[in-house]
């Protein structure tokens, strides 16, 4: 098999072999992508995959930066919360709709090119909203770790509500009351509650956000006052 058998088709190019190993990541996950089946979804040898990319980790790394590439960092909003609680909102869509994406972003050292402009906006909005640089650095990464975290959390919990409501019932009556009093009381909660049966069993990925976000303003404003208690001394 030559690069193409068909003599008619186009020579192939790097962003073609990155998407194919995007769709087999998805119907497959990442652990079953080799350059063979890569390969083979491309109608060519796997050898010839090498004139495209260096190697896997090649591969990898391009598939990693075509998903994050997906991810809206607004540039027409003025209040840095609402830029970052769009930004989280989008990355959320985007890496669910990759389930293998969460994982592999958090183990790649060698970004890329969209990866480098996704973190390197993050930081000017907060750097533009006053934080300092090194809260900006623990800022992005604290709310990259929430988004990445909560994602893969919500893509790997095994049960829907009408299960943890059955399972909660099973479980409720030979749960010692006196050695679990908060179980048993979340337990019975959940058995008698109005979760709706598409709750996942994870808690509200907004709740969270908000929770990041309002943390960060209070830090912003102790660092301002601080900041004008200075220069009110300095005078």
């Given at each position: 098999?030559?690069?193409?058998?068909?003599?008619n088709?186009?020579?192939?190019?790097?962003?073609?072999?990155?998407?194919?190993?995007?769709?087999?990541a998805?119907?497959?996950?990442i652990?079953?992508l080799?350059?063979?089946?890569?390969g083979?979804?491309?109608?060519?040898?796997?050898m010839?995959?090498?004139?495209?990319?260096?190697d896997?980790?090649?591969?990898l790394?391009?598939?990693?930066?075509i998903?994050?590439?997906k991810?809206?960092?607004?540039?027409d909003?003025?209040?840095?919360?609402?830029?970052l609680y769009e930004?989280?909102?989008?990355?959320?869509?985007?890496?669910l709709?990759h389930p293998w994406?969460?994982?592999?972003?958090?183990?790649?050292?060698?970004?890329g090119?969209s990866m480098?402009?996704?973190?390197?906006?993050?930081?000017?909005?907060?750097?533009n909203?006053?934080?300092?640089?090194?809260?900006?650095?623990?800022?992005?990464?604290?709310?990259?770790?929430?988004?990445?975290?909560?994602t893969?959390?919500?893509?790997?919990y095994?049960?829907d509500?009408?299960?943890?409501?059955?399972?909660?019932?099973?479980?409720?009556?030979?749960?010692?009351i006196?050695?679990?009093?908060?179980?048993?009381?979340?337990?019975?909660?959940?058995?008698?509650?109005s979760y709706?049966d598409?709750?996942?069993?994870?808690?509200?990925?907004?709740?969270?956000l908000?929770?990041i976000l309002?943390?960060?303003?209070r830090?912003?404003?102790?660092?301002?006052?601080n900041?004008?208690?200075k220069n009110?001394?300095?005078?």
């Amino acid at each position: 098999m030559t690069e193409r058998s068909n003599p008619n088709a186009k020579p192939l190019s790097k962003e073609q072999v990155l998407y194919a190993a995007i769709n087999l990541a998805d119907l497959n996950g990442i652990e079953s992508l080799s350059m063979r089946k890569l390969g083979d979804s491309l109608h060519v040898k796997a050898m010839s995959l090498y004139n495209h990319v260096k190697d896997k980790d090649d591969v990898l790394d391009g598939i990693v930066d075509i998903v994050v590439s997906k991810i809206n960092v607004p540039t027409d909003k003025i209040d840095w919360k609402v830029v970052l609680y769009e930004r989280a909102i989008s990355a959320h869509e985007v890496l669910l709709l990759h389930p293998w994406a969460s994982g592999l972003i958090m183990s790649r050292s060698n970004p890329g090119p969209s990866m480098l402009r996704y973190i390197d906006s993050t930081m000017g909005i907060l750097r533009n909203a006053g934080f300092s640089i090194e809260m900006s650095d623990h800022a992005w990464n604290t709310l990259d770790s929430y988004i990445y975290g909560y994602t893969l959390q919500e893509l790997n919990y095994p049960f829907d509500m009408a299960e943890i409501k059955k399972m909660a019932a099973t479980y409720l009556p030979h749960l010692p009351i006196d050695e679990y009093p908060y179980m048993a009381e979340l337990t019975q909660h959940i058995v008698k509650s109005s979760y709706k049966d598409d709750y996942k069993g994870v808690h509200n990925y907004n709740f969270g956000l908000d929770l990041i976000l309002d943390g960060l303003e209070r830090i912003l404003k102790s660092q301002n006052k601080n900041k004008g208690s200075k220069n009110e001394y300095k005078k």
